[in-house]
């Protein structure tokens, strides 16, 4: 299984280097990494080309990671029937890493949410609605897409404790607590890439959707 886990987590982080927004970018003449905030996900994209490239942005990045952890199903779920689950979640673990730290663009990538999402999606979809309404609503209520986005990875630690002491997770009972491990490693790295968001949110000064300027 430690080779499995490699391979997942390997395989995932080759999906997360497909960077849609710099490539993109790139196919316009930007480097989307040296406009707005540097950033190369979602959000920047948005700001920085408009809303097409904002939605092809978080479309690419949401199935690169879904492909990545159907790739990983397919490929385990023989051999590994308990354990596929912990090795899909390696697998958006890895495509997550490649999405946020790709090698080929000196590890300055995206803050990894849509990606994220995909993951939640593809591995433990109960959480999904719930994170999409908390999305939605703060997004819709303050403009803030970092306060959506830190209440999306929160909002999924939390339920995947809840259903996994329920029994709803289908994961192995030897693989529950890695699989808590691993899903506060989602939450915990999203909170740190969002750091310097939640610095200005909580002074008051984070930028609102809508509003073109450097986050």
Not at 61 to 82: S, T
Not at 135 to 163: D, E, K
Not at 170 to 178: H, I, S
């Amino acid at each position: 299984m430690i080779g499995a886990r490699v391979i997942a987590l390997v395989l995932g982080y080759v999906f997360g280097l497909f960077q849609t927004g710099y490539i993109y970018g790139k196919k316009h003449g930007v480097d989307i990494r040296t406009q707005g905030s540097g950033n190369a996900g979602t959000t920047n994209t948005l700001r920085v080309l408009g809303w097409k490239a904002g939605l092809v942005t978080f479309l690419g990045d949401l199935f690169k990671a879904i492909f990545a952890v159907l790739m990983i199903h397919f490929v385990f779920k023989e051999r590994y029937p308990d354990a596929v689950k912990i090795l899909e979640l390696y697998a958006g673990l890895g495509a997550v890493l490649g999405h946020n730290f790709p090698c080929y663009l000196k590890f300055k990538g995206g803050k990894g949410i849509a990606c994220t999402s995909g993951v939640i999606l593809a591995v433990c979809p109960l959480a999904a609605p719930i994170c999409l309404v908390l999305f939605i609503g703060a997004v819709a209520i303050t403009r803030y897409v970092s306060l959506g986005s830190i209440l999306v990875v929160t909002a999924y630690l939390i339920q995947v404790i809840v259903f996994g002491q329920m029994g709803y997770l289908n994961v192995g009972e030897a693989y529950l607590m890695e699989f808590y491990i691993l899903s506060a490693c989602f939450t915990l790295m999203a909170l740190w890439r969002h750091k310097t968001n939640i610095k200005r949110l909580l002074n008051g000064t984070e930028n609102k959707l809508g509003v073109k300027k450097e986050e």
